[in-house]
């Protein structure tokens, strides 16, 4: 956005209303925020590089410099890289070593942890140092770059070699995998190798010698604890023989009947004997029920319908001889008479036959009543037994009451004999094979390119660095140095609204009886003039202070081409040399500072207006000049004598325009921006401030002064491609 347009967009947005001071301070509040607000400007930035580029070209050198320095002084670094694979489970040998819990998720991970930590160990460090000699081999701590120490003990070089070695060595746990890289660092290749594949070898020995001890401990444990237990078999086996002898117990669990069933076999003689004869008892009770029931339907049936009867075999011979006599009887009878002596013989013998029947049935009942009364002398004989012997039995179970708790003793201490013997026997053998669960997979190979120093990467963090360091530089520059480089710094530094940039130019150029109206310079202050003529709804300001931080910046030199700006559109203008104390408005115009009284005459009310206006030779242009110095310049321009002399000045004039002294160290312009209309700010470009401008910027805001904005002189376009032309154009 141009000056123009940011003018008139403060004008236009200040149609609503207030004071001629809110509206000015309003704009330039909104174009400050509007400055804050647009982001990064990569152009302002590009324009501080430049400003500093031989301060970054020599920081960027320097670290160059300093990176080819450590490449050249730091020692070259070989690495060596052995692996391993560590497994969970060890290869089963004999098939009866223990299996070992398979872990999984997070517990396999602190599985992995543990023997990396075991890797990186002073004990496995100390096991690398001493069996390679390192403690008595100088050349190992030349390699690593480093010495003993003159009259060093043996205790001391093997701590400072332990040292070394964990100094230097490095684990890694490939992701994913039970693969473990061991890397080592030496100066030398070969040391580096060499070290390398002891930590593995040691690493694997000392696994399996952790293995093997435990094994050794737990075969010294078993035999102390196999040989207490046999201890306490034999003397609880010698303490139940004792008792069974004085208690007159005999073992019958050991016989034939109980090694076939030894869960149910009695425990004693008596016992025995009680349970054969109770068997033998409720089998001879059971025939005697059985013969009493064959008896008993024996003496209420028929002699020849008892089953026993009917099953002899004499009696079913007997009938069968029966039914043929009948047969041959009946057959007779028909054909001969009953008296035939024929019929008589037929009839006796089947007589006979009946009668042989009636004698064999009466001798079979008479047989079941004997079965009958010998199965119930039986039964009632094993019965008195019974009872003996269940009164033996009893009176031998009150003295198997300690038998018993020594038995369960023997038996105890045999199963734990056995059990002790048999994993002794399983830990014996185990000890002689020995499974390994961790092996090599690589070996290291001396290496062929050095490691350290990384040229490439010490070059670029030189070059990274040095930029971070000259970025530091052109930021703390750029803060603590308040020049306005480039015009919307304005804005940014002293929140002031920009009200134009008058170009650098050449002494010639600035004279303003000798420019061209088509000059660059003409053609700023008219875009100056353009601004603070839109600069309020209000119309122009009908009188304009001119000041600036500090002398040479450009304000008298804007002051007279504003006002001749003005005059050349056809305002009367009216130029008055308010610096009392160092004038040079009057050299310009070739006058004297005195001539007519001048400004000090006229507010010391020793003269008139009439006769201190003077003629410029430039049309609607009159000048007034600062006067004979005055004892008090602060005093003269403060108070009610300049804002009299303002009012009166106006009737005459269109616009006033004061060029006042600079703000730091003065009171003056302070003085002389309360009394009139608008101020304006000029800051000369590319100059070193120190704060002198946000200080002046400051001390005329904080008086409640109408301050219009700020004019950027002696820009040079040229130091960024493209201000010039974003700023200002030229005619070709």
Known sequence: MSTEHRTQGGAIASLAGGSFAEQLDERAFFDANDQRDGGMDFRAFGSAIYRSRWHVLAILGLSLIAGVAIIMITPPLFRARASVEVSQQSTKVLGTEETEPVLGGAEFDRFLQTQVNLLESRALAARVATSLRLAADDRFVVAMGDKFAEGATAERRQRMVTDLLQKNLRISLMPNSRIVEIIFTSRDPATAMRIANSYSDNYIQNNIERKFSTTTYSREFLSTQLAQAKQRLEGSERELIDYSRAAKLIDASGGADAQRDQEAGPRSLTTANLVNLNEAYIAAEARRIQAEERWRQANGAPLLALPEVLANPAVQALEERRAELQANLGQLRQRLQPDHPTVAQAAAQLGSIDRQLNALAANVKQSLLEQQRTATRQSQALAQQVAQLKESTLSEQDRSVRYNILKREVDTSRQLYDGLLQRYKEVSAEAGAAANNVIAVDTAEIPKEPVSPRVGVILVLGLIGGLAVSALFVFAREQLDDSIRDPQDLEAKLHLALMGVVPKAQDTLLDIRNTSLRSAITEAYQSVRTAIELSSPNGLPRSLLLTSSRKGEGKTTSALFIAKAFADVGRKTLLIDGDLRKPSLHSLLGVQKDMG????????????????????????????????????????????????????????????????????ALADAVELASQVEATLFVVAAGGAHYGQAKQAARRVRGAALHLLGGVVTKHDPGLWKGEGDYYMYDYG
Do not use: W
């Open 597 to 664: 009284g001048g400004l000090s005459s006229l507010l010391a009310r020793r003269s008139a207006p009439e006769s201190a206006i003077l003629p410029t030779g430039f049309e609607n242009l009159s000048f007034i000049p600062s006067g004979p110095p005055p004892p008090n310049a602060a005093q003269l321009l403060g108070g009610a004598p300049v804002a009299d002399l303002l009012r009166g000045l106006q009737d005459a004039f269109d616009v006033i325009i004061v060029d006042g002294p600079p703000v730091l």
